[in-house]
């Protein structure tokens, strides 16, 4: 469970895993998803294409990429990742997914409701099963705070600060206009820059930082 700053490749990273774990594990499963249809399709699906087009012919031709699905040319039926939007009304994003080798992936994570995360607990009973889970951490409530606090023990944790990525510029338009328009003490900056939670006398009563989404 990952959380950072804006800028350092979280998406690409991502993008990455599912790949390689298709390619390394035989008839592999993979679900994605995020909080939106936006950051789902338009951001991490269209990340793995890009990534696919980047590989030698050999290897490209082993993935066949499709708007909400990567299915492995092998076994098309069996071994595949697919995308689905995180909707608390229909939580289905990570359930029916089963296998010898299991990969859960949650970008945005800090927005994806809990019941998505509770349908998809019947996925993770063999060795080879994986949850993925990386975001800004916008809120503190939710699945994805409790890996960093309550359920910490349970997972492998990793912050990665903006100020610490080689991708990222320090003189940046958005650094810069954070720094100026919010300071180094606000919770702008924690979230958007150092990729630390809020301070809990600044979030609404659903756990979230009201500024961030005005």
Known sequence: SSRSGHGIGKTA??????LWYL?????????????????????LW???KK???KMPEWARAKYEWTTSYVRFTEKPETWFARAATARKEAPEAFAGIHGESVLLCGDEASGIPEEIFESGR???TNENAFVLLFGNP??????????????????QTLNFSSLDSPLVDRNSGLIQEIRQ??????????????????????VDDKGYVPLLFR
């Open 13 to 18: 990273t991502l993008s990455w895993i599912v």
């Open 23 to 43: 390619m390394c594990y035989y008839e592999s499963q993979i679900s994605c998803t995020a909080p939106t249809s936006q950051q789902m399709f338009d951001v």
């Open 46 to 48: 269209k990340e793995v």
């Open 51 to 53: 990534w696919i087009d």
């Open 122 to 124: 019947g996925a993770l």
């Open 138 to 155: 916008l809120r503190l409530t939710g699945y994805f705070y409790e890996t960093h606090h309550n359920q910490k023990a349970n997972w």
């Open 181 to 202: 328009k919010y300071g180094e003490d606000s919770d702008e900056w924690k979230i958007r820059v150092l990729g630390e939670f809020p301070r809990a006398d600044s």
